[in-house]
């Protein structure tokens, strides 16, 4: 899933430095794909997919068939009330997240671990009504889904294995049946960003996204050092991965740059109208499986 992205402007459309009701709130420079730039793209994007895979026709539609399920279930479920929206919202994104990863394997390889993480989810899930223990399942299940595409991504690369074994490593310290679960949402949502952040700075081949990596590991920074609570945490988390989310939507399609504007701007508007830091947990997480949900879409389309 190599990245051939040769366009003269960048596109990072969300600005969000709060940790919290009362933060800031940014407008970066946005500037448009030009039209011509934005053809070409699409069209050297998928020749080059064309090149490395063979088309699974019957593998697309399993695929397909499961994302609608995922989001059938999701909007089926109930989310009245703030945690428990949060909670839907996680498990259709470590679903979201499997069938991106399913799509990705191609050589399946990681088919056993992959049908391992999505048995223990939903073992997990079954055995318990509580809603901390599937906040902290759906939590753990995502960040599972982070490294295992990490670790499909750097496959054979000796150094990046050791980088993710390290973010493992600072992230379980965290993870333990002891903590608390935002204690664990916000050790969660920093391994996201980070296995966000590895794998997509490594698909920029071009260095296209090096002025928004900026911004946004700048963004991260700031969060932290204002943020009080893990409540906080989590947002900055979960937020910064957002972002990044957008580089890997738009780097699939370009085509998908007025939609995630507009997904973009929905999700600043409901975080200033949001009523207190609960209302910010609920979009900060919507909008990661919003978008996550196209990028797996738009990853089964190009590979399959």
Not at 43 to 63: M, N
Not at 172 to 178: A, C, I, L, T
Not at 199 to 222: G, H, K, L, P, S
């Amino acid at each position: 899933m190599k990245s051939h992205l040769h366009v003269s402007t960048l596109l990072l459309l969300i600005s969000i430095t709060a940790c919290g009701k009362g933060g800031d709130t940014t407008e970066l420079d946005t500037r448009k794909f030009d039209s011509a730039a934005t053809d070409s793209v699409v069209a050297s994007t998928h020749a080059d997919t064309a090149s490395y895979y063979i088309a699974d026709p019957e593998l697309k539609q399993v695929l397909r068939k499961e994302l609608f399920e995922i989001q059938r279930r999701r909007d089926a479920d109930d989310r009245s009330e703030g945690l428990e929206g949060m909670i839907v919202d996680l498990q259709a994104l470590f679903h979201t997240l499997t069938v991106t990863a399913r799509a990705l394997d191609r050589s399946k390889m990681f088919t056993n671990d992959i049908e391992t993480e999505i048995s223990r989810f939903n073992s997990a899930n079954h055995s318990s009504a509580e809603e901390s223990s599937r906040m902290l399942n759906g939590l753990r299940g995502t960040y599972s889904m982070y490294a295992m595409l990490a670790k499909m991504r750097f496959l054979g690369r000796d150094d990046a294995q050791r980088r993710i074994q390290e973010i493992h490593d600072s992230a379980v310290e965290d993870f333990g049946p002891e903590s608390k679960p935002m204690q664990t949402a916000a050790a969660a949502a920093h391994a996201y960003y980070m296995l966000m952040r590895l794998i997509m700075r490594d698909v920029d081949t071009d260095r296209i996204y090096d002025e928004a990596f900026q911004q946004i590991d700048q963004r991260y920074r700031e969060g932290k050092e204002v943020a009080r609570t893990d409540e906080d945490r989590y947002i900055n988390g979960m937020y910064r991965v957002f972002e990044i989310s957008q580089l890997w939507a738009i780097s699939l399609s370009p085509s998908l740059m007025n939609e995630v504007s507009e997904m973009s701007s929905l999700l600043a508007h409901n975080i200033a109208d949001a009523a207190n830091v609960g209302e910010q947990l609920v979009w900060a997480t919507e909008f990661l499986y919003r978008i996550s949900l196209r990028i797996a879409e738009e990853t089964i389309t190009l590979i399959l």
